[in-house]
């Protein structure tokens, strides 16, 4: 891996700057500009998510934004309503309301002296999700989008109700977003304001779990934010990502076969992560990658990005199952679109002697013994796991409120003191 320093541009960062929106709320902002911007205007790049930039993001977004920032672009991270230094509450992920401020957050942008008007908004996984369901309200300014790891459906592909079927991970994403929105903002950028903004999200936040467990079945609460309601909306150009380690791989492939709008699709051997950081191996320049994207639709290089095959996939090579590998052996091949004319399908049976195309299928059940780690049996193993989350809260990576702060929650949660996650 090579570490790049040098750049076209030089970076200017604006570590903190509060966006104003129509009902009094300010969201909070951390921009990377070209030094200049204000004189010879950039495009956008931004990216809306709950994970608060000043800590929970901050390492990512450092690998990320101030290399399009020193290629000529306005690099935005915004946290949403109710976390980190942004005022308000948070109510949900995905709603109307979260939508509605990220509209408002897109036109402020293409507004700024340093912005040409065009935007590209980009994110893994919730930053995924709404970039998705920003470009189906398509604003004006919002000329293309990168989606990774995210869905088209947020009823069977999310991490609810896999395929209708209730996940361990609904309880264990819960705990996750209380993490983040239960977390004080930073005294040192909000001043003496920031107590009252923690205890007034101590005091009003909801119980997610309860509210997604209120849902069980398919109906207008997971429709709302699922393009696939009418896949027709989104006229931006979309570059879906995915990996297939990941539990949202199935979405590229949809995507590709229903928009309409320019599209490009990416699939590799990783679990939920940007590619460029990504495991198994092997990684990809992804930054680069991107940077091809947002020149050719928010600069209008004629780099030939949408000259080549719209789809590149991972062909991995068998291996015995695991748990986790390291890097996966294969090959890159791309297609011309999906599904493509030159791919042909073919029908298997599994027989006495195996799996094959000619062969008898089976005329009595067969016993399969197979690891917990591999097959249908295997446990739900999304990296964002509740494990995960009790390293994240016995690390004290985030300040947490005392005992008496969180009188709130003793309705329905138990804390004990003399129990920890390892």
């Not at 009094?24 to 200049?36: D, F, S, V, Y």
């Not at 990168?146 to 109700?161: A, E, P, V």
């Not at 999906?338 to 049976?349: D, K, Q, T």
């Not at 089976?362 to 009790?390: E, F, K, M, W, Y």
Request: proline letters at 8%.
């Amino acid at each position: 891996m090579q570490v790049k320093t040098d750049f076209p541009y030089t970076v200017r960062e604006i570590e903190h700057l509060l966006i104003p929106l129509s009902d009094g709320t300010h969201l909070a902002a951390r921009i990377w500009l070209p030094e200049g911007a204000e004189q010879a205007p950039v495009p956008a790049i931004l990216e809306y998510l709950p994970y608060r930039k000043n800590d929970g993001t901050a390492p990512r977004d450092a690998l990320t934004h101030p290399y399009f920032a020193g290629h000529g672009y306005a690099s935005v991270r915004v946290d949403m309503r109710g976390n980190g230094e942004s005022q308000g509450l948070m109510e949900d992920e995905y709603l109307p309301l979260e939508q509605a401020d990220a509209l408002e957050v897109i036109d402020w942008i293409a507004q700024q002296p340093w912005c040409t008007g065009k935007l590209g908004m980009m994110g893994i996984s919730w930053g995924g999700f709404n970039s998705l369901q920003l470009a189906a309200h398509t604003p004006e300014p919002l000329k293309a989008i990168i989606t990774l790891c995210s869905t088209d459906d947020r009823y069977t592909d999310d991490i609810h109700y896999k395929g209708g079927n209730l996940l361990n991970e609904n309880l264990a994403w819960a705990a996750t977003m209380l993490s983040f929105s239960a977390a004080p903002p930073d005294p040192r950028l909000v001043g003496d304001e920031w107590r009252a903004m923690w205890h007034e999200r101590l005091d009003n936040m909801p119980l997610l779990a309860e509210t997604w467990l209120s849902h069980q079945h398919r109906d207008d609460y997971w429709r709302q934010g699922s393009i696939n309601t009418d896949y027709a909306n989104i006229e931006a150009a979309v570059y879906a990502i995915g990996g297939w380690g990941d539990a949202y791989k199935n979405t590229v492939s949809r995507m590709m076969e229903n928009l309409s709008c320019p599209r490009k699709a990416l699939i590799g051997p990783w679990i939920h992560k940007y590619p460029h950081f990504a495991v198994p191996h092997p990684a990809i320049g992804f930054l680069q990658e991107a940077l091809r994207w947002w020149d050719h639709w928010l600069k209008g290089e004629e780099n030939g990005v949408m000259d080549e095959p719209s789809a590149t996939f991972y062909l991995q090579d068998s291996l015995p199952p695991k748990t986790m590998y390291a890097e996966r052996p294969g090959r890159w091949v791309q297609t011309d679109g999906w599904p493509a004319r030159n791919v042909l399908m073919h029908e298997m049976s599994l027989s006495e002697t195996g799996l094959g195309h000619d062969e008898q299928p089976l005329t009595t059940p067969v016993v399969i013994d197979s690891p917990l780690t591999a097959g249908r049996h295997q446990a739900n193993t999304a990296p964002s796991g509740l494990a995960r989350i009790c390293r994240l809260i016995s690390a004290s990576m985030m300040p947490w409120p005392s005992a008496l702060t969180v009188r709130h929650w003793r309705r329905r949660w138990t804390f004990s003191a003399s129990r920890r996650c390892i």
